[in-house]
């Protein structure tokens, strides 16, 4: 399987936006779920949005109407555009996949299920 490689995270003021990438490879992007999730050190790794095979998306409470999660199949490449940025927001962003034998289309924002990761990339947001 490709190695999920995500990028796009820096420091930013709060009302900022981001917009982090992670490559992955069409057929992966086609066949499975992806996520991004989210940790802050001493916590639990958080599901913050998730996109199935054929485009549904899901979206913590926390984020919703700010997030959005994409997706371009033939690139390869899942997106997270992050608007309206808080301080809440900091934490290592980590895209996922979750690989199955068949099309997943489940929008669940559990971590189990998740079964590759990439290797993070911070976001910090100064209030």
């Known amino acids: 399987q490709v190695p999920l490689v995500d990028s796009g995270g820096g420091s930013v003021q709060a009302g900022d936006s981001l917009r982090l990438s992670c490559a992955a490879s069409a057929f992966t992007l086609r066949r499975d779920c992806m996520g991004w999730f989210r940790q802050v050190q001493g916590k639990e790794r958080e599901g913050v949005a998730v996109i199935t095979s054929t485009g549904s998306t899901n979206y913590a409470d926390s984020v919703k109407g700010r997030f959005t999660i994409s997706k371009d199949n033939g690139a390869g490449t899942l997106y997270l555009q992050m608007n309206d940025l808080t301080s809440d927001d900091s934490a290592v962003y980590y895209c996922?996949?979750?690989?199955?034998?068949?099309?997943?289309?489940?929008?669940?924002?559990?971590?189990?299920?998740?079964?590759?990761w990439g290797q993070g990339t911070q976001v910090t947001v100064s209030s």
């Open positions: 996922a996949s979750r690989s199955q034998l068949s099309a997943c289309e489940d929008v669940s924002l559990r971590v189990d299920g998740y079964n590759s």
